[in-house]
C-alpha cells in the first residue's frame, strides 16, 4: 500500500531536474534513450528477446571513496564494498511460463535486486518506488499496488541496508535507487480480438546519480490471478492515462532500454512533478481534497503541459469542491490538449450492452458538463473528429461491430444537439472489442474503460 506522505520540503525542484539530467549526460554524453511509446498490448512469447549488440555496463561511481591501504603509499584510492560482476548483466529476456501473481513477483524482484546488489555492492542506499502502472492505461490497480508492496517487502528482506521511501520531492533529492514497473495484458497467439491468457510483469531499477538502468526483470502472472481494477483516482478521472509522461516512463521501464541504458531522459526530466503529483494522489485517496488540489496546483507549472494526470487532478478536486466552473475550466484543457493531441481518450463510459451511459452517483451531471465542453471546443476549431466507439470482449465479434458504432453514434447526435455547427465535421465507427485495454470480458468494474468511445481528430474530407 501507498506509505503516508512525508512533511513537504520546499525548495527550488527544477534545480533537481537539473541535476538529474546532468547525471545522466555525465555518464552516457549525449546517449538518448528512445522515446517512441511501447506498442499499447504486445504480447510476449517464450522465447527469448534479445537486445542488439549491448554495451558493456561501467560499475557505478561510489558516493564515498574508500582511504588508501597504510602499506600502500601514493596508491590510487579504491571504491568500497562495490564489487563488479565478472561478466555484463544478461539482456537476454525471456518470457516464463505464467505462474500465480505472488509467486511470479517474487521470483522477478528476487532476481531483480540480485542483479543489482551484483552491480551495487551493500553501500546503504535511499530506494524510492515510482507507483507501477498498468502499461494500457497508465493507472496504478489493485494488484499493481500489491505488486509495489510485495518488491518493497523483498528489498527489505534482501537488502537491509537499502531503506525504501516513497516517490516525494524530499526522497528525490537524495538521487535514490527508483523502481518502476508494469503490468500488461497479453496473449501468445497475439490475436486481436483474443481474450488475454497472461499478464506481463517488467521490472527495472534505476540508479538516479548515474541516471542508468542497473538492474531488470521480466515474468508473466496468470491471468486469473490479477485484479486489474483502477484506484479511486483513477476510476473517478474524466480520461484514462497514456499521455507522453506515463510513455517516458513505460520506454525506461520495458524493452526500450537495456541493462546499463540511460533512462528515458524526459522522464527523468518530469520526475519532480511526477513526486508532486504522487502527493496529490495520496492526499486524495485519503479524501483529502482541498490539499489534493493544492498540490495538482503546484505541478500543474511543472508538469509536461499535456499531463493527463495534472488536469485530471485539477477537474476532479474543483468537481468534488462544488467548483463548477473551475472544473469546466479544467475539463476545457483536457479537451485542447487532446485535440492538439489529435486524440483524446475521454471516458464516456456505457452499461454492459446498452448504448446508455453509466448512472453511477453523479455521472450524469458529469457526462453533461463534458458533452457541453466537448461541443465547445471542437466547434472553436476547424477540425473533423472520428468518435470510435468500443466494447468489452463479451459477445460475438458481429454484435460488438454493431454495439460500438451505435455508442459512436449516440454520442454523435448529443454533440450535435449542443452545437448544430459540427454536424458536417463528425462521423462515427465502432471497432467492436479489437482495442480493448482490460480484455477480460468481465463486464463489471475491472473492464469498464473497454465499454467507452474516444475522439480522434481525423483529415477533412
Known amino acids: 500500500m501507498q506509505a503516508p506522505r512525508l512533511p513537504r520540503v520546499r525548495r527550488p525542484w527544477t534545480l533537481i531536474a537539473g541535476a538529474v539530467a546532468v547525471a545522466t549526460l555525465a555518464a552516457c554524453g549525449s546517449a538518448r534513450a528512445p522515446v517512441a511509446p511501447a506498442p499499447v498490448a504486445a504480447p510476449v512469447v517464450a522465447a527469448p528477446v534479445v537486445a542488439a549488440a549491448p554495451a558493456p555496463v561501467p560499475a557505478p561511481a561510489p558516493a564515498v571513496a574508500a582511504a588508501p591501504a597504510p602499506a600502500a603509499p601514493a596508491a590510487t584510492p579504491v ?35 540480485e542483479q543489482a546488489r551484483g552491480q551495487l555492492g551493500n553501500e546503504p542506499r535511499a530506494l524510492v518506488v515510482d507507483p507501477l502502472i498498468d502499461a494500457n492505461t497508465g493507472a496504478q490497480t489493485v494488484s499493481t499496488v500489491r505488486m509495489g508492496a510485495q518488491l518493497e517487502s523483498i528489498v527489505k528482506a534482501q537488502n537491509a541496508s537499502w531503506q525504501v521511501k516513497p516517490l516525494t520531492r524530499q526522497a528525490l533529492a537524495e538521487r535514490p535507487l527508483l523502481l518502476i514497473g508494469t503490468l500488461t495484458p497479453v496473449n501468445v497467439e497475439r490475436a486481436i480480438d483474443t481474450p488475454p491468457d497472461a499478464y506481463r510483469v517488467w521490472l527495472t531499477l534505476i540508479d538516479l546519480r548515474s541516471g542508468r538502468v542497473v538492474a531488470k526483470q521480466l515474468d508473466r502472472a496468470t491471468i486469473d490471478s490479477v485484479n486489474p481494477e483502477p484506484l479511486k483516482f483513477y476510476s473517478d478521472s474524466p480520461t484514462w492515462h497514456r ?50 488540489q493544492q498540490l495538482y496546483k503546484e505541478a500543474e507549472p511543472m508538469a509536461d503541459p499535456g ?40 471516458k464516456l463510459l456505457f452499461q454492459p450492452g446498452r448504448t446508455s451511459f453509466n448512472a453511477i452517483g453523479d455521472l450524469p451531471q458529469q457526462y453533461a458538463l463534458w458533452i457541453e465542453s466537448l461541443a465547445q471546443k471542437a466547434g472553436q476549431t476547424d477540425t473533423c473528429v472520428r468518435i470510435v466507439g468500443h466494447t468489452s470482449r463479451t459477445g460475438s465479434a458481429s454484435v460488438n461491430e454493431r454495439l460500438s458504432r451505435q455508442r459512436a453514434e449516440a454520442v454523435q447526435k448529443l454533440l450535435e444537439r449542443n452545437n448544430r455547427a459540427l454536424s458536417t465535421r463528425l462521423t462515427a465507427a465502432g471497432v467492436g472489442s479489437r482495442e480493448a485495454l482490460v480484455g477480460l470480458g468481465t463486464d463489471d468494474a475491472r473492464d469498464a474503460l473497454d465499454r467507452r468511445v474516444e475522439f480522434r481528430v481525423v483529415d477533412c474530407v
Do not use: H
Request: net charge neutral; aromatic share 8%.
Open 79 to 113: 571504491p568500497a564494498a562495490r564489487p563488479v560482476a565478472a561478466t555484463p548483466p544478461s539482456n537476454t529476456f525471456v518470457a516464463p511460463a505464467p505462474v500465480p501473481f505472488d509467486d511470479a513477483i517474487a521470483r522477478a524482484g528476487r532476481e531483480l535486486f
Open 243 to 292: 499521455d507522453k509522461t506515463v510513455a517516458a516512463y513505460i520506454n525506461s521501464c520495458q524493452i526500450n532500454t537495456k541493462i546499463g541504458d540511460p533512462a528515458d531522459p524526459d522522464y527523468l526530466a518530469r520526475l519532480p512533478a511526477a513526486a508532486l503529483v504522487n502527493e496529490a494522489i495520496m492526499a486524495y485517496s485519503e479524501g483529502k481534497i482541498p490539499a489534493a
Open 307 to 346: 499531463d493527463l494526470r495534472v488536469l485530471n487532478g485539477l477537474y476532479l478536486t474543483s468537481w468534488q469542491l462544488g467548483q463548477k466552473a473551475a472544473a469546466k475550466d479544467a475539463f476545457g484543457k483536457l479537451v485542447e490538449s487532446g485535440l492538439e493531441l489529435k486524440r483524446l481518450p475521454v
